[in-house]
């Protein structure tokens, strides 16, 4: 069997490290390869490291390149991919790795996006309670953000076991922030230096894991959010913590949740996760303990944001869709040191 | 007025750190310069950085050494300071970069530390409530530790709008760990990566915290305290929640309690932190928010570690001690980019 | 004595070290701070870590703004000095940051900038020979680029112990490059690795370099230059190596160049420099040997691009055109680590 | 087939490197994995990026329990595999990447690394001339050094068109040292700064660069090698210039030497090599150009030092010695940003 696929979104970093693990999957061919306003040029150009593509151009973005395929990649701003969806038709399986199809809620997609809500489609997130089953054979997938992804693997199996209130900070890489030329993401300011942003509940992906852990617990679960910015491209570390309800074995309750999951690695006890650990990988490692002082959980969970949370989820999630054995071209090694 | 000052322990970052702000300070005269393993070797090999004093040599860490000084700045392991400064007498005015003398608990030291608790010396952060007038004439002071300075002063203005229970998680360069050959120390380690470390509450900061909190609030405030290890070289980004009592008022208690530092700064509305505006400097940055969702207070805060949380909180509190302006030798002014 | 001054161009990063070394300079009265687009913005917004100049607001780069003052600093891209220059008039001191003024050959000026050639100013490198006469009292000063500042002072003085063609690679820090938001310059394209650029004599330093090693030698020195990017906000490390001649004391060559410099310094024998030990300071470190199998002479030299590279460099030069002491305000002492 | 392998030195970068390559390659299985100091420990404690050998155990560097495997891979320090290999026999592929059988002078051994040469195997860089076919089939191999694979692929095809003399700097990440605890190598060191080492022709891979040139030339070429280090973990950007002769066609000649070589890259013009663009990849990359103003050939190349620059030669000529493909297991796909 071979796949053919298009990339929407290729010349950004999500869209390059999808390139990067499709080059790695033994059932595709790579189609079509579209960008924005670098349409025309040499792939190289923005994606040195993909040397088997060094002959590739970028076309546009539009329905007649993409259309034609047996899966859709988009790796675009949010707002574009209902029109494209639509118009590809149920032929090609879409995997769309933006924020429009994530939310449940047209309030939450309206008072954090703005505009109307595009619909919800499956959510990419295999590992939650009940999310692989819809998954398998589906024809539209919305891949989960970064930080919800790490946050809410972080939480899920605790859920039941805690107060209603979770604190998370996210150290995160400054890939998460895409290409875009902002002064704050130069090398200049970057490197050295660590600033939180989008503090006190201002950063888009709240909804999101507020959404998924409250799913997971059958309950409004509380969350308050900070991303960290550190001086690395890739990588988020999240240190996740909660007040424990009493009497709660929590290691049991983490090895229970992901004993069978093959990208979802809780440590073995006194080792810690880092995100050089899982630089590339697909995988997630997770560390439990408990504040005794205090009977608070805390959780620190590490992925690489491009990867297992971006791009890695969306190929997980093409093999899901497609019946493919669902790690075929995904990897829980990583690069290191 | 000249002081002449020694410092112990100048092979390490702390003492290098010492050296580059009394280099600096108009009424110092720089005198013995002592090490452990270093004795002997030329300062040069250990600060490269410190070219006016690239002739001296490193003596060994003794009181015959010691002694004939105004001022003796010990920056060694813990353990070490209560007999030199035993013997040194109460004509040497002694600032421990040390965490002996910080505790006010014996049992806390016994739990963290071990052994015998030398004793309680002025605690040198003299932005907290009540304790500028202990460090005026001193002849002992302990400085805080590097995390405690930093959270302590982004929550004790809000001690009393909040419930007793704060979560912190502090982003940290790798400096702080000073120059010990740890494997997971090298740069090949920690270039691109983050980690948590002490996680649970087992980090010996934990109880400073405390103890500071719970003496701001006059109550006990419990602290959730995780570091996280990043890739820099220097500076602490703190990011600081608890849970609001209705009807607090946060910027201008923050606005109230700093209005007169020199040295604490709360930003204007819409600036937020980094650690590289404060690097070299005796900063402190702060901004404050309020997660409306949640009614939670966030305080974000950033440091440089060595700096005003180390050697710079060092010279501030040998000013006061020494009857000197607060500010002299010291600064506002990072390094950045 | 009070001198007022003007930054043209405060916005960026020469402009904030300018402001960085001014506030700590004992006779400076921080006047108007100009931008471009800039204008109307907090000073902070620009450069978070100046606290002291917190309030200030940039203005417009006019003439209006910048007459007045006493001497009036341009960091603006090259092409905008002569006019302003022109302008101010000689009650001004005018020390530009930028290239306009930096080179004596017009039709070099063609060639690497284009344009009509704005005339030569004395050329702000004192540690040159037969340069620091020509600073004292200037009215217009040329501030040396940060290569040719790092790669002169390596080479000068063993133009007569060595053959005709010199070969400099220098690895460079970030902020080089500005504030220019190119792909190429973010944080994550930056971080983690190392690129050539300019390769093959391409770099418009190369005559500045080729012009001050030809003056020092009297004769037409070759040089062959390559600038690599490495991932930090500061700092060249520059390796120069040239075939020497028969017979030559290189030692002794560089001990009497830079024995009663207050800037450079050769470093012991054994010690190699570092970009972090000049980091915020205005020294240059060097080292020389021969490689022995070759007959070559290798030196390696680090600056602050910044620092001595740049701001540093013009303060110095400001001193000596008002006759103030040379190191006024001036350190060797680095920001380390 | 399936080749059962063990790595000798699994704890350090070069044996993780090795695991992480093999763990990617169809026609392995890991057996014996050892170490020295750290025998007992879990793997992953040492490589916690290779998740799918997390509860493997090293074992004692023994002959007794190397033996048996089909390759035995030596990542050890420089001494110790002439006595392990004559003890393996010649079942068993040895292939050794230290620096015991690279050169073949006994003189230039005794010189560089001191005491009895052990005698010269076949050297592992497959793209210089002759040397492939000394690979194949081979029952032991020299893995050549990582600064000598990307010195000497950057100027080989040269060798004919240049005078006798090359200037090579090249700026390396930190992993090339190792996990050595040495100071210099702490993260707080490294990060924000660059330094020379082994100036002068001190360091150990110069005879083996002069020794490929050389060979390749047909007659002696004069080597000056500086090599620099940067603060990445990865990764060596090597700038190589000599002096031209006369007519000669540059780009030609690369294109001829590379044009079937599967990891070697000579990339299009206007493009230049950066590190990260083959981090984690068999993949080097290059460009050439000639300094027209000097009729200098200026080469820029990039490796990631512990792939192509060791592990990855490691088992690209592990595929020749068997007979495998030469590219199986390998990448030419980098992991960026």
New interface residues.
């Given amino acids: 069997m071979t796949v053919r696929i298009a990339v929407a979104g290729a010349s950004g970093?999500a869209g390059?490290e999808l390139l990067?693990l499709l080059?790695?999957h033994p059932d595709i061919e790579i189609g079509a390869l579209t960008a924005h306003s670098s349409a025309g040029d040499?792939l190289?150009?923005h994606?040195?490291?993909?040397?088997?593509l060094?002959d590739r151009r970028l076309q546009d973005t539009t329905v007649e390149t993409l259309k034609g395929h047996d899966v859709v990649f988009l790796a675009l701003p949010h707002g574009h991919s209902a029109e494209l969806a639509g118009q590809l038709g149920d032929d090609t399986v879409v995997i769309d790795c933006g924020a429009d199809h994530r939310l449940t809620s047209a309030d939450d997609w309206a008072r954090w996006y703005g505009g109307e809500h595009a619909g919800t489609w499956p959510y990419g997130l295999p590992e939650l309670p009940n999310q692989r089953d819809r998954l398998v054979g589906a024809r539209r997938v919305a891949v989960p953000g970064c930080y919800p992804t790490v946050s809410s693997l972080a939480l899920a199996p605790a859920v039941d076991l805690i107060e209603d209130?979770v604190?998370i900070?996210a150290?995160s890489?400054?890939?998460g922030?895409g290409?875009s030329?902002?002064?704050n993401?130069?090398?200049?300011?970057?490197?050295?230096?660590?600033?939180?942003?989008g503090?006190?509940?201002a950063h888009r992906h709240t909804p999101e894991i507020t959404q998924n852990l409250s799913a997971a617990a059958g309950r409004p679960i509380?969350?308050?959010f900070?991303p960290?910015l550190?001086?690395?491209?890739?990588?988020i570390?999240a240190?996740c913590?909660a007040?424990l309800r009493d009497g709660a074995n929590v290691r049991e309750a983490y090895e229970k949740a992901y004993a069978d999951e093959p990208f979802v690695?809780l440590?073995?006890e006194g080792?810690?996760?880092?995100?050089?650990?899982?630089?590339?990988?697909n995988?997630v490692?997770l560390?439990v303990?408990?504040?005794?002082?205090?009977g608070?959980l805390?959780v620190?969970a590490?992925v690489d944001n491009l990867a297992k949370g971006t791009a890695g989820a969306a190929v997980q999630c093409m093999n899901l869709a497609l019946g493919l054995p669902e790690t075929t071209g995904l990897?829980?090694?990583?690069?290191?040191?």
């Fill in positions: 970093y390059g990067r080059l790695a040499l190289l150009k994606q040195p490291h993909l040397l088997p060094a209130e604190v900070v150290v890489g400054t890939s922030a290409k030329l902002k002064p993401l130069l090398g200049s300011e970057v490197m050295g230096s660590a600033s939180a942003y503090v006190g509940g509380k969350v308050s900070t960290v550190a001086p690395m491209s890739r990588g570390l240190t913590t007040q690695h440590l073995p080792f810690w996760p880092t995100t050089n650990a899982v630089l590339g990988s995988a490692q560390q303990t408990v504040d005794e002082d205090l608070r805390v620190v590490a990897s829980t090694v990583g690069v290191a040191p």
